[in-house]
């Protein structure tokens, strides 16, 4: 599973039909699903967070300016 949201994460921030609102929505839609859950007291299922952290990499990693 890591490696099937590594590989999905790379090749979205090499897209460039991917834009950094879409990184963004992804982002936004994750935080506000774990915010559900944990409301509702929930367990948070750990590929949600693995891929909450893949994306904010990958985002950060796209915008750094490329030398």
């Known amino acids: 599973m ?19 609102y879409d990184f963004w929505r992804a982002l936004r839609d994750l935080n506000d ?4 859950l944990a409301k509702r007291a929930e367990p948070v ?3 949600i967070l693995r891929l909450r952290a893949t994306l904010r990499r990958e985002r950060a990693a796209r915008l750094q300016p490329i030398d």
């Open 2 to 20: 890591p490696n099937d949201i590594n590989r999905l994460s790379r090749r979205l921030a090499q897209s460039p039909l991917v834009t950094d």
């Open 45 to 47: 299922p750990i590929e």
């Open 33 to 36: 699903e774990i915010y559900a």
